[in-house]
């Protein structure tokens, strides 16, 4: 059903790229984290986050290159995809369910007042029109209601193994890891490697997204970041630089400059 409903979707004529899910660049879409048997469902356009089908299975995923760590840059984000699209009617955009992997309720929350908060700016006032036209015409050829996804997804991938994931070899060599087949080593030996040795990602990217994870959870501020993970600071902050971020105190996240 749900390779059904997708051909189905594609077929209307509505403004994908108003819910965030531009059906362009299909033959370019894959990311290293982006499972071998991957089908696109569309993308955001922005930071490589795109939706995806995975071979056998109903679920609709989420890939996110830029904000995702080991275990999360694959999540899923509805049980089929007639329950994406109805989780696209509530959220008005496909782009709220890239985040409440992330998000507290209370931050879910503030992102929806943010974007009805949008739709009082006049100079919007069109693409907004385009939006309503596109939600209508999807409730309507699927007959769906609106549905919030925020509860349905936290539980779904609260219970994800992302050991049914099939990386590409670019996967393993771009993040460091090992092929699961091929970890044998136990958690405590890890755990004494990482205190000895920085394992920080290489590519400035990829650094980006660990270093603004770990201080977003774990660290409250850079210093206790490159402490905790035998990290040379002034090292760490001239290769995010040489990507267009700084650190910023005040938010303890490295932002563009």
């Known amino acids: 059903m749900t390779r059904d409903d ?3 979707f594609r077929a209307l004529d509505i403004d994908f790229d108003s819910i965030g899910l531009l059906q362009g660049g299909e033959d370019d879409f894959a990311y290293f984290c982006t499972p071998v048997d991957a089908e696109l469902v569309g993308r955001i356009g922005c930071d490589g986050v795109h939706f ?35 989780f696209i009617l509530y959220c008005q ?12 309720r209370k931050q879910y929350e503030e992102l929806a007042a943010e974007d009805a908060a949008a739709r009082g700016n006049e100079n919007m006032a069109r693409f907004f029109e385009q939006k309503d036209r ?12 609106p549905v919030d996804p925020f509860k349905k997804v936290k539980a779904m991938q609260k219970k994800f193994d992302p050991a049914i ?25 890890i755990t004494a490697v990482i205190k000895e040795e920085s394992m920080l990602p290489q590519d400035p990217y990829i650094l980006l997204s660990f270093v603004n994870t770990k201080l977003r959870d774990e660290y409250p501020s850079l210093d206790a970041l ?32």
């Open 6 to 8: 997708l051909r189905r």
């Open 52 to 86: 995806i089908l995975l071979t056998g299975d109903e679920r609709v995923f989420c890939v996110d290159p830029s904000m995702g760590e080991r275990g999360t840059y694959v999540l899923p984000v509805a049980g089929d995809f007639r329950e994406f699209l109805s």
């Open 93 to 104: 955009d496909a782009n709220p369910l890239s985040q409440i992997f992330w998000m507290t």
């Open 134 to 145: 596109t939600l209508a015409v999807i409730a309507k050829e699927f007959d769906l209601t």
């Open 165 to 189: 994931l099939n990386f590409s070899e670019e996967y393993y060599d771009t993040v460091g890891y090992e092929r699961p087949e091929e970890e044998i080593v136990h958690t405590a030996t």
């Open 226 to 257: 490159c402490d905790g993970v035998d990290a040379d600071q002034t090292e760490l902050e001239e290769k995010l630089a040489g990507a267009g971020y700084a650190y910023d105190a005040q938010a303890n996240q490295f932002k563009p400059v």
